[in-house]
T-cell receptor, first 117, second 113 residues
């Protein structure tokens, strides 16, 4: 089974531009979450999508947005880029059926490294 | 809100040394607890998990016990290897409808031969 894939793997943008990152979850997974990883703030939750609906959102400005398509693939968009947006953006997918386990294992992609100059 | 605090390191050990990485949490509910590992240039991988008090998660020689009374989930390994060098993250997930994970800041472990 193929893992979570993220494209592109590396991206360089300049301040003020916008960027779109893509995430393809594991086949059959319907929940996709996005995280921002920086040396200073660590891993911070951006948002989660399930069945094309945003189910939860972290504490990020409105410049950060996302969506999910009917095939569960997800994109996140950052508009008006700032230097502080430079980070590794990680996507995670899961099959949302906790059943008796009480949790869903999240499978992470390798991330997209965004550099804002 | 929920939070996770873990020792930030970095931690440097010799091969076959004993490893402990402390992790404590604050949560309003009754969370599930996880340790994730990130190898250089890769995403996160689930190392082990525990979903209720006194559960012991274990994998690849690593262990952690869910201690509700001390709100802790410390990671231990009796004998580390060079291949264990990575960044380790403690995380929690509440039992609501969302898959959101709350992470600690991460602990970088370097194991020297």
């Amino acid at each position: 089974k193929a893992g979570v894939t993220q494209t592109p793997r590396y991206l360089i943008k300049t301040r003020g531009q916008q960027v779109t990152l893509s995430c393809s979850p594991i086949s059959g997974h319907r929940s996709v979450s996005w995280y921002q990883q920086t040396p200073g703030q660590g891993l911070q939750f951006l948002f989660e999508y399930f069945s094309e609906t945003q189910r939860n959102k972290g504490n990020f400005p409105g410049r950060f947005s996302g969506r999910q398509f009917s095939n569960s693939r997800s994109e996140m968009n950052v508009s008006t880029l700032e230097l502080g947006d430079s980070a590794l953006y990680l996507c995670a997918s899961s099959f949302p059926d906790r059943g008796l386990r009480g949790y869903n294992e999240q499978f992470f992609g390798p991330g997209t490294r965004l550099t804002v100059l | 809100g929920d939070s996770v605090t873990q020792m930030e390191g970095p931690v440097t050990l010799s091969e076959e040394a004993f490893l402990t990485i402390n992790c404590t949490y604050t949560a309003t509910g009754y969370p599930s607890l996880f340790w994730y590992v990130q190898y250089p240039g890769e995403g996160l991988q689930l190392l082990l998990k525990a979903t209720k008090a006194d559960d012991k998660g274990s994998n690849k020689g690593f262990e952690a016990t869910y201690r509700k009374e001390t709100t802790s989930f410390h990671l231990e390994k009796g004998s580390v290897q060079v291949s264990d060098s990575a960044v380790y993250f403690c995380a929690l997930s509440d039992r609501g409808g969302s898959e959101k994970l709350v992470f600690g800041k991460g602990t970088k472990l370097t194991v020297n031969p």
